[in-house]
Nanobody, 117 residues
Framework: QVQLVESGGGLVQPGGSLRLSCAASGIIFSINAMGWYRQAPGKQRELVAVITHVGSTNYADSVKGRFTISRDNAKNTVYLQMNSLKLEDTAVYYC???????????WGQGTQVTVSS
């Protein structure tokens, strides 16, 4: 059974930081690209950041320079370090895995991030 379990969300003031974690089980983590997506109320889900199985990264323009995605293959975990948070970063953040071969993907249940003063 595949599980992607996110943690680390919460309430933070503008300019603050949060670190999201996503622990994966039931997949061969090292051959999956891992990504973070977010969905704000009334908006479509959008890509935030992705890291390939070999460590290449890509970011949405809106988070470049503020967010950092990383992975620890020994712990089957992907992280999203979020700095200089803005009100518009408020959303539910979802973890995603996509297999290098075949492209099968899975989603976590999401974790709420609220940026508010």
């Amino acid at each position: 059974q595949v599980q992607l379990v996110e943690s680390g969300g919460g309430l933070v003031q503008p300019g603050g930081s949060l670190r999201l974690s996503c622990a994966a089980s039931g997949i061969i983590f090292s051959i999956n690209a891992m990504g973070w997506y977010r969905q704000a109320p009334g908006k479509q889900r959008e890509l935030v950041a992705v890291i390939t199985h070999v460590g290449s990264t890509n970011y949405a323009d809106s988070v470049k320079g503020r967010f950092t995605i990383s992975r620890d293959n020994a712990k089957n975990t992907v992280y999203l370090q979020m700095n200089s948070l803005k009100l518009e970063d408020t959303a539910v953040y979802y973890c995603n895995s996509r297999a290098v071969v075949g492209g099968r993907q899975y989603w976590g249940q999401g974790t709420q991030v609220t940026v508010s003063s």
